[in-house]
């Protein structure tokens, strides 16, 4: 399965670690987030795609939260700095998310 041009092989119904996506472009751009290195635009966009297919597994998708669901989806999108990706993340572990 492809986003972004990203690359993630298993099941499409369940979330993939970043790990494991295999185009080379996810890995340095977690690494780089990870270990307070300097990011560029092309590591927001493949941290972007990532998220997205994150948030967008099947699985998570459950009656009464389709609202929160629907806000960290959108709140991808405008993923351009390490703050807005620091806020993101801490709102996705407050439903127990943690996909870094």
């Known amino acids: ?53 994150y948030v967008q597994a099947p699985c998570w998708k459950k009656a009464g939260q389709a609202e929160h669901w629907q806000e960290l989806e959108h709140g991808i999108l405008s993923l351009k700095s390490r703050s807005a990706l620091d806020d993101w993340l801490d709102e996705a572990a407050e439903i127990g998310l943690d996909p870094l």
């Open 1 to 53: 399965m492809s986003l972004q041009g990203l690359i993630y092989h298993g099941d499409p119904r369940l979330p993939t670690e970043w790990q494991h996506e295999t185009s080379g472009q996810l890995r340095p751009a977690v690494l780089a987030y990870l270990n307070k290195q300097r990011m560029e635009a092309h590591d927001f966009a493949a941290i972007r795609g990532y998220l997205l297919h």
